[in-house]
C-alpha cells in the first residue's frame, strides 16, 4: 500500500508568502532534554531554515503538555531561547490568543510588518479553545494569518486536532520533509512486511494499546509483551502480582487477548520488595511473586528466549521499555533489547523504534545509529500501524 501525500514544489515562489507549519515541540522546558525531544526539534529545523531561505514568512504552530486551560507553565515563550542557543535558528515568540478577533487582528498586523524570512513561533495549541475538537472557526482563524498549510508533526498526526488536520482543509496544504521520511519509513510495517515479523510492546497503559495489540496480532508473528503492561495478563491467569504497578481496569482487555497465540509474555521476572536507587533485586518464575513483591524488569530466562525470536527476525518494531528503565539496574531488559535489536536490524530485519520512553534506553546504549528508523511518534507510530496509515493528519494530506 503506497501513501502519497501531496508536497510542497521545489519551485514555488514563497517570498512574502506565509506558511504555517505544524510541529511536535512537546518537550520538556526545564531540565534535561530527552533524546525524543531533540530528535523532535532536530528534524524540523531543515523545513523552517529553507522556507526561510526561500523568502517565506514563517509561522510555527505547536502544543506543550496536556493544559486545561491558559497556564504559563505551558507556555511556548520558553522554547525561544533552546531554538536560539541550541539550534541557531532565530526565532520570534507572540503571546496573542488566535480565537481572540482582536489579538488575532493585531498578530495579522505583526506579522504583515514582520521581514521576509522571518519565523515566528504562537503561543500553545492547546490553549485555544477549539482545538482539541476540531472546530471549524478556529481553523479559519488560523487560516487568515498565512498563504499555506505545511505540517510536519509526524508524533501529533494520530490527532483530528485544528492544528494537525483541521487547517489543512481551509488552506493549500502539504506534508513537510520529516512527515514524509516518517511515513515512508513506517510503510514498510503495514505494506507486505518482510517475515518473521516480530513487535515488543512495553510501557505502562495496556488500555491505550489494545487495538494496536490486537492488529500486530493479526499481521506479527509474534507480540512480545513486557513492562507493567505484562502485568494484568499475569492477573488474568490468575497469578499473583504483588505490588506491581499495572492498569486493574485492563485485566479484562488481558483475558481476551490472552487467546492470542502470537503473544509472548515473560516467563521470569525480576522483582524487588522496595524500590531504592541501589534495590535488592530477585529473579522469580513470573507466576510465583511473593505479595510484597514488585516486577521492575523481565528475567533472563525470557531475554534468552526473547533473543532468538528476534535473532530469526526479518522485521522488528519496538515501542515501550520492558522494565523500569529509569532505575539503573532496573533497566537492564530494556538495555538488552535495544542492542539486540540493533544488532538483528539494517540489513539482516527491518528494524524500528519509536515512543518516549524508548528512544532515552536506544541513546543510553547508542545503538541508535543501527535501527533503520526511529520515529518520534510513539501513540503515532502504533496507530500508524493499527490503522494502516489512515491516521487524522494524513488523511487531508493524501494526493
Known sequence: MKISLKTLSSQAVLRGRTVLVRVDWNVPINGEMQRESSLK????????????????????????????????????????????????????????SVSNKDQREKLKAKLTKAAVGSVHLLENVRFEKGEETNEKKLAQAYAELGDMFINDAFASCHRAHVSVSGIAKVLPAYAGPALVEEVEALSRLIDKPKGPFVAVIGGLKLSTKLPVIEALCVSCDKVLIGGAMATPFLKAQNAEVGRSVYEKESVPLAKKLLKRK??????????????????????????????????VDVGPHTLKAWAEIIGSAGTIVWNGPIGLSECAPCGFGSRFMARTIGARAKGKAFGVSGGGDTLPVIHATKTEHQFDFVSTGGGAMLDFIAQKGKLPGLLVLLR
Open 41 to 96: 526539534i532536530e528534524r524540523s529545523i531543515p523545513l523552517l531554515k529553507a522556507l526561510r531561505k526561500r523568502g517565506a514568512k514563517v509561522i510555527v504552530l505547536t502544543h506543550v503538555g496536556r493544559p486545561k486551560k491558559r497556564d504559563a507553565k505551558f507556555s511556548t515563550k520558553p522554547l525561544v531561547r533552546l531554538l536560539r542557543e541550541t539550534y541557531s535558528l532565530d526565532i520570534t515568540y507572540q503571546s496573542e
Open 262 to 295: 502470537e503473544i509472548k509474555l515473560p516467563s521470569d521476572v525480576v522483582v524487588t520488595q522496595k524500590l531504592t536507587d541501589k534495590p535488592v533485586l530477585r529473579r522469580v518464575p513470573a507466576k510465583q511473586l511473593e505479595k510484597k513483591d514488585m516486577i
